[in-house]
């Protein structure tokens, strides 16, 4: 199929970008969106033209670098994917296709749809963690049965990988999904329950700090989210954070 | 030059490792903080030995090259981690873990490395409980295990088919408690371009910050390197995009030997490939063969109707079915370790029973396994006799349980559902059992350089089983590690800090900046991947599945060639000073096609087939493997002798006292 492209070009952070309009011809059904990008670039770098500098490394749905905004979408069309599992069979000859890095003020642009994620690790540095030393001198892992419903809810919550697709879905650029998938993770264990207090004040302080924006619960985040991170998560971290805040006044 | 000592500790087997970390030397922790390392590589082995060292207090600085530590490719990995724990009670133990890992990597590593790690696995799996890592569990709540190719117990534990994201995110939590501390700073999005020697020891590395494109010094008193493997020098592999041999390839050619380069691991269960487009393949988890069953049909005029698809694999009646595995291996059937059923794909595809267009791919069935499922959940729900259909339904729920993200995966990729036709697979590169070589201590020959994780050779031989490529790299990071180092760093307590001011540092920047700048001065007329899938054909068909004499020697002949003209002819636009992913790909390109040449040179050193590594001229009348004890009983490491006059190997000859060196076979 033959396609038309428009996409974000941006030099710098500091640099003002516009979009820029490609072609691309014999683009195969078989071929993932990454792919057809890579036939692009190929074309731009023997012109000699700059190609288009977008993040990816698995390319297989698990790492969470990839990240663009395709036709208004976070991951384009398609459910439960991320854009490196998205295939071309999703789109039609002649089609013409907007590729748009994350937007949000906690996300600033690198280079054309490569952006800053940092705001997520500072995130993660406040909090997102069980303080238990890697010495491995800890008990036998069963010694702590942990019903298989707690289990796997725990583990639902730490499939999120980090990708932001929430943060740039959202109309007030909000990461009360990604912060809450590892609120709830954590929660729900018995050896995350010790210091959930502390966590969630931690953590969503951090991401206030940021400049991420409020939830008004509009749900679009967890349409977008390619691992399915349900908003339950989000109303579990208010209850914690809401029980966390009564806690700390006693 | 350097010689090889192994260091392995006195005394019996068992004892090697609690003896060697009562005598070795510890750094108290006033004197920890005195002493910086840098860890380059946050996966599973960097990660977990940058946390690891921090909590001990010395002060770390971590180096990635994706824009966080949770997105090294450790995140890729599905099935699970063994550990011998004997949950199941199926009479797993630390031996038998040992004795497996020995026999799976045919008997060409080394005893005491192996043993240790087969004792400390236990501990990682309380380690990552602890944690937070939320394994899979049964109703009674305790920890659920499945078993994995090459073996004959249950001990791996597993996180549905994410296993690899959990553990990793794990260590990445361990890590960020410490980046709050301030006792790991962390560099993402920057890499290591090479490193810097005083006085012989590695005291420093050369990084570039990918987003402005500085070239940094960064010292400390010891380096970890961390950086995984390389499979990508085949161009298509199941690594992620960015996989790359640069650092540890740097890092050999200021010093350290490289062992066994040419052992490859080629996974027998992979998505086939569709076409000349392709980036890269991906993995169907091998926990898929304790329920698919693997077969292509038996008649060729069958095979070849499905090639032009005047026939399904449906149609196919079982008697016209050949499952190979299970007809030539009886005792292990469809878990035979990974480079038998690679080669017995590889040897039905070429004998003209493959099935997709291409002809290189073979069927994984799981309407056997439903079926099973299917009924057995019948009888536990008392449902009595129900429809067939029925029964495939219940059946389906529970392969969907097990196997779900990998089936939608699948189905993703390929537009097939293989809840109802069989999926599709054929072997591409997985692993490499190759690497840095290091001694027990995991100190590579550079003093001061250590190797942790898949960048070294320690631990798989010429074949890793499944699920212990995880268990090394968290053995090595979180057990190993953190006690060898201080037994080097004893003696640093009073160096304090290394300045980046050092001639040394000087010139090895502008070493760096040379080459890079030759790169993006070119101006040639091809791109890097152009040359990336040529070197990755020659890698495929010379140095893949099967090797022999004259293809390793036509084999290295090509590489050169190539490299010149990549020299020559390559295009790297953009420039230095700013975020340029191509410049990137062009610096790891290049060290591949130096890897690539001594992974040939390797290959036709070793004549004798073992695991990974088949030479078409050892083989048995039946096309088995065969290995020669009496001749290659040895690690094979190469030393860097300057680029005029290429390498020089080394054996370090491999000792068995506790396991009878024997024939590998799972008939
Ligand atoms: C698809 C797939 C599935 C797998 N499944 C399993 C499984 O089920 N069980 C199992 O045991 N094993 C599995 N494996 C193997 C296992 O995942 C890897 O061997 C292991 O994760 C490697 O970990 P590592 O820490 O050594 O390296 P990696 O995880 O590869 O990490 C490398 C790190 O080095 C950094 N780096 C690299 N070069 C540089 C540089 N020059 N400068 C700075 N940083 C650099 C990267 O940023 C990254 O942080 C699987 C592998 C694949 C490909
Ligand atoms: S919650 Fe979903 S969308 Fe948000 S970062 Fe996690 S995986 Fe991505
Ligand atoms: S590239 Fe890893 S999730 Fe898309």
């Given amino acids: 199929m033959n396609l038309t492209l428009k996409i974000w070009r941006q030099k710098n952070t500091t640099s003002q970008g516009k979009m820029v309009e490609y072609k691309v011809n014999n683009i195969s059904e078989d071929m993932s969106f990454l792919e057809m990008m890579d036939i692009l670039n190929e074309e731009l770098i023997v012109k000699g033209d700059d190609p288009i500098a977008f993040d990816h490394d698995c390319r297989e749905g698990i790492c969470g670098m990839c990240s663009l905004y395709i036709n208004g979408e976070a991951h384009g069309p398609d459910r439960g994917i991320t854009t490196c599992q998205l295939h071309m069979r999703k789109f039609k000859d002649g ?151 009564l806690v700390k006044k006693d | 030059m350097s010689e090889l000592k192994s260091n392995i500790p006195e005394g019996p087997l068992a004892d090697k490792w609690t003896n060697h970390k009562n005598n070795i030397r510890l750094v108290n922790p006033a004197n920890k903080r005195l002493i910086d390392v840098i860890v380059v590589g946050t996966g599973l082995a960097g990660g977990s030995a940058a946390a690891t060292l921090a909590e001990l207090g010395y002060n770390v600085k971590a180096f990635c090259f994706q824009d966080s530590p949770r997105r090294a490719h450790s995140i890729a990995a599905q099935g699970g981690i063994n550990a011998a724990k004997n949950y199941q009670g199926d009479g797993d133990s630390v031996y038998r873990l040992f004795y497996d890992t020995i026999k799976g990597g045919d008997y060409r590593s080394r005893e005491a490395n192996v043993y240790r790690l087969a004792e400390v696995s236990a501990n990682i799996i309380d380690q990552c409980v602890a944690q937070g890592v939320p394994f899979a569990r049964e109703y009674g709540g305790l920890l659920d295990n499945r078993s994995f190719g090459g073996v004959q117990v249950s001990r791996t534990f597993y996180a549905k088919g994410q296993t690899g994201q959990q553990l990793l995110l ?10 709050g501390r301030g006792k790991i700073k962390m560099y993402n999005r920057h890499e290591m371009l090479d490193i810097v020697k005083i006085d012989g020891k590695a005291r420093g590395i050369i990084a570039r910050d990918l987003i402005t494109g500085e070239i940094e010094r960064h010292s400390a008193h010891a380096v970890v390197i961390a950086t995984g493997g390389y499979g990508n020098v085949f161009f298509l592999s199941t690594n992620a995009m960015g996989s790359n041999v640069t650092a540890a390839w740097k890092v050999h050619k200021r010093g350290a030997h490289f062992a066994n380069p040419c052992f490859t691991q080629i996974h027998p269960t992979c998505i086939p490939v569709s076409g000349d487009h392709q980036s890269k393949l991906t993995l169907m988890s091998e926990s898929l063969r304790n329920d698919g069953r693997i077969w292509v049909p038996g008649k060729k005029e069958d095979a070849e109707a499905i090639r032009n698809g005047k026939l399904k694999p449906t149609d196919i009646k079982e008697e016209d079915r050949d499952y190979y595995l299970e007809r030539r291996y009886p005792a292990f059937g469809n878990l035979v370790p990974r480079d038998v059923a690679s080669r017995a794909a590889k040897e039905r595809c070429d004998a003209g029973y493959g099935v997709n267009k291409t002809g290189e791919a073979v069927y994984l069935d799981f309407s056997s396994a439903i079926m099973r499922y299917g009924k057995e959940k019948a009888i536990t729900e008392g449902l009595g006799n129900i429809s067939e259909s029925k029964i495939k339904e219940l059946g389906k729920k529970v392969v969907e349980a097990k196997y779900g993200n990998l089936f939608q995966m699948y189905e993703k990729i390929v537009d ?16 490499t059992m190759g690497g840095l070589w290091v001694d027990y201590n995991l100190m590579t020959t550079i003093p001061g350089c250590y190797a942790a994780g898949e960048a070294n050779f320690s631990d798989h031989g010429a074949n890793r089983l499944g699920a212990s490529a995880l268990m090394q790299g968290l053995a090595d990071g979180y057990f190993v590690l953190p006690y060898t180092i201080g037994d080097y760093l004893a003696d640093d ?17 502008n070493e760096v900046k040379d080459r890079l700048n030759k790169l993006i001065n070119n101006k040639g007329t091809h791109t890097v991947d152009y040359f990336h899938k ?43 000073n700013e975020f340029n992913p191509e410049l990137e790909k062009a610096g790891r390109v290049a060290d591949f096609m130096e890897l690539g040449e001594l992974m040939a040179l390797d290959a036709l050193e070793r004549n004798e087939s073992c695991g990974g590594h088949f030479r078409e001229e050892s083989q048995s009348e039946e096309g088995e493997a065969m290995r020669k004890d009496d001749i290659y009983a040895y690690v ?3 030393e860097f002798n300057g680029d005029a006059s290429g390498f020089s190997l080394h054996k370090e000859n491999l000792n068995f006292e506790n396991v009878e060196l024997k024939t590998r076979s799972y008939k």
């Fill in chain 2, 493 to 509: 307590i009073r160096t304090g800090p290394i300045s980046t001011d050092l001639p040394e540092f000087e010139q090895v920047e």
């Fill in chain 2, 416 to 431: 097939q559902n293989p809840y109802e036709t069989p999926m599709m697979i054929y072997p591409a590169v997985h692993y």
């Fill in chain 2, 170 to 179: 794990g260590a990445y939590s361990a890590m960020s408690r410490q980046i």
């Fill in chain 2, 636 to 638: 094979s490491s190469w």
């Fill in chain 1, 95 to 245: 089609d013409t296709i907007y590729i748009e890095p994350w937007r949000a003020k906690a996300f600033p642009v690198i280079k054309d749809l490569v952006v800053d994620r940092t705001s997520f690790e500072r995130i993660m540095a406040s909090g997102g963690f069980i303080s238990v030393n890697t010495s491995g001198n800890t008990q036998d892992a069963n010694n702590i049965p942990i019903p298989k419903d707690d289990a796997d809810e725990a583990f639902d919550a730490a499939t999120c990988i980090g990708c932001g697709a929430c943060v740039a879905t959202c109309k007030n650029s909000s990461a009360m999904l990604f912060v809450s998938a590892k609120v709830s993770q954590l929660a729900l264990l018995p050896q995350g329950k010790l210091e959930r207090e502390r966590r969630v004040l931690n953590m969503v302080d951090q991401m206030d700090k940021e400049g991420f924006g409020n939830c008004t619960n509009t749900g679009a985040c967890e349409v977008e989210c390619p691992k399915g991170i349900s908003l339950s998560n989000i109303a579990r971290m208010n209850r914690e954070y809401l029980r966390a805040s």
């Fill in chain 2, 534 to 576: 040529k070197l990755g054909k020659i890698m495929w068909d010379k140095v893949g599945m099967a090797r022999n004499e004259r293809g390793l020697k036509e084999a290295i002949e090509e590489i050169k060639a190539l490299r010149k003209e990549f020299w020559e002819n390559v295009l790297v636009p953009g420039d230095l």
